[in-house]
């Protein structure tokens, strides 16, 4: 069964690798945004309600950080939402 992502049908091979590419990319983000601004992951988990293990363990990649957790973390962050997620091109 085909998922859809960005107006096309992707098989689930597919659908995996583009969630791994992007809880990679967040995980980027949300490390680099943490460095330049000093954030703690206590402090990470307390804006979006987890206890710190939580939080690691989404900055690990162990457990996917969800659509709401990222606004929550975006808003701040104060960053634009649109920087937690890769750009992927047609091609």
């Known amino acids: ?3 859809r992502a960005h107006g096309e049908c992707i098989d689930d091979a597919e659908y995996g690798e583009f969630m791994k590419e992007t ?3 967040i995980r980027r983000v949300l490390g680099e945004a ?3 601004q000093g ?3 206590q402090r990470l988990a307390q804006v979006i309600g987890v206890n710190r293990e939580a939080m690691r363990d ?3 990649g162990r457990t996917q950080t969800k659509a709401e957790e990222i606004a929550a973390l975006a808003a701040f962050l104060q960053m634009d939402i ?3 997620f890769p750009i992927r091109r047609a091609g």
Do not use: D, I, K, W
Request: hydrophobic fraction near 35%; aromatic fraction near 6%; avoid cysteine.
């Open 1 to 3: 069964m085909g998922r």
């Open 23 to 25: 809880q990679g990319h």
């Open 34 to 36: 943490r460095a330049e």
């Open 39 to 41: 954030v703690s992951q």
């Open 58 to 60: 989404r900055l690990l």
């Open 82 to 84: 649109t920087e937690f």
